[in-house]
């Protein structure tokens, strides 16, 4: 009799822990919360309607959640994925929230969360590829010694490009970097701009540098510069040369005519790779030139060995407004052709 009487004692006390009510505080830290609970806290609701026992109240970067421990834990697991969501593929998407809210599967995004890191770079700074469009291309790169990279401002063309080059050069795939542009004013004059030739082209190559910069040790960074390892120059610097066992960049490639893509394509030299990055939505050329980057579009599309990768407005990885801004061009120039 005092064995069941104990039994069902803590039988009894271990229910009681099981519904033990509690208390949760969610720091959202480092992120923009419209990111996880949507506008006017879209998100938020559909996640409200998955756990209806919890009480959740948004303040902030805060999230104050009460309810039974098991409801709590269980809350806190999905949010996690939710971050690991975000953090790797750059945004969530209503379709994202249904399938982590709706899957009881957590452990794949977590052991893949590192899958996509292209290279560590200062810091603790992890350089991943953050949308689909992104990974896609570092698989295409892998398979193609000329990949095409065009998209609007922001989808992050240009900084994995340039982490891709820096994870081959860290792996001895390559012996050198060479990252181009094309000096082409976007509504200023170079001979207005102080300085010599140097000075004056140095700030159309800056992203170049920024990215550089976020990836590679400064001190080491200033030895590949100084030794030729990694070599950021206008294009027409490119006339005449072989670029062998390099991995070469051209942005802003919407900005060159015929007669320079070609010419910076037919440098490519043994066990090289090219990447070509552009927006065909943002041409400074003068009115009368036709932009290189679309005539390659048409003439190299067949060619094997040869791919390209279109980003759009879903890629865009920088304020949340940049991608209601470029919708709002493209919506105007539509306008306007029709």
């Known amino acids: 009799m005092f064995y069941n009487f104990v039994t069902e004692l803590q039988i009894t006390q271990y229910g009681l822990r099981q519904r033990h009510m509690g208390e949760k505080i969610i720091e959202l830290e480092n992120i923009?919360?419209?990111?996880?609970?949507?506008?006017?806290?879209?998100?938020?609701?559909?996640?409200?309607?998955?756990?209806?026992?919890?009480?959740?109240?948004?303040?902030?970067?805060?999230?104050?959640?009460?309810?039974?421990?098991?409801?709590?834990e269980r809350f806190e697991d999905k949010i996690n994925t939710l971050l690991l969501s975000f953090e790797k593929f750059g945004r969530i998407t209503e379709k994202d929230l249904n399938q982590i809210l709706t899957s009881d599967d957590q452990v794949h995004l977590q052991e893949s969360s590192d899958h996509d890191v292209l290279v560590r770079g200062?810091?603790?700074?992890?350089?991943?590829t953050r949308t689909p469009n992104q990974h896609r291309m570092a698989e295409s790169s892998?398979?193609?010694?000329?990949?095409?990279?065009?998209?609007?401002?922001?989808?992050?063309?240009?900084?994995?490009?340039?982490?891709?080059?820096v994870r081959a050069l860290k792996n001895r795939e390559v012996k050198r970097i060479i990252l181009t542009r094309p000096a082409v004013e976007a509504g200023e004059n170079l001979g207005f701009l102080p300085g010599d030739m140097r000075e004056k082209l140095d700030p159309y190559l800056q992203p170049l540098?920024?990215?550089?910069?976020?990836?590679?040790?400064?001190?080491?960074?200033?030895?590949?510069?100084?030794?030729?390892?990694?070599?950021v120059a206008p294009l027409a610097f490119m006339r005449g040369r072989t670029l062998d066992n390099a991995f070469?960049?051209?942005?802003?490639?919407?900005?060159?005519?015929?007669?320079?893509?070609?010419?910076f394509l037919t440098r490519m030299g043994q066990a090289a790779k090219f990447i070509v990055t552009g927006d065909i939505t943002q041409i400074d050329l003068p009115g009368n030139q036709k932009s290189g980057l679309i005539h390659a579009v048409h003439i190299l599309k067949d060619i094997n060995g040869v791919d390209f990768i279109y980003l759009d407005a879903s890629d865009i990885i920088r304020h949340r407004l940049v991608s209601d801004i470029i919708r709002a061009y493209s919506d105007e120039n539509e306008k306007k052709s029709n």
């Not at 919360?33 to 006017?40: F, M, R, S, T, Y």
């Not at 200062?122 to 350089?127: D, M």
């Not at 000329?146 to 891709?164: N, R």
């Open 32 to 72: 923009n919360p419209v990111e996880i609970l949507g506008v006017n806290d879209r998100y938020l609701k559909i996640i409200k309607e998955y756990f209806p026992k919890l009480k959740i109240i948004a303040r902030g970067n805060s999230l104050k959640v009460n309810g039974t421990d098991e409801e709590i």
């Open 122 to 128: 200062n810091n603790g700074l992890r350089v991943k």
């Open 142 to 165: 892998e398979k193609n010694d000329l990949l095409f990279a065009i998209g609007p401002a922001g989808t992050g063309k240009t900084y994995t490009a340039v982490a891709l080059a």
């Open 209 to 231: 540098y920024d990215a550089l910069r976020d990836m590679i040790h400064p001190q080491k960074l200033l030895s590949y510069l100084e030794d030729g390892t990694i070599e």
């Open 248 to 263: 070469v960049i051209l942005d802003e490639a919407q900005n060159t005519t015929k007669k320079q893509l070609k010419m």
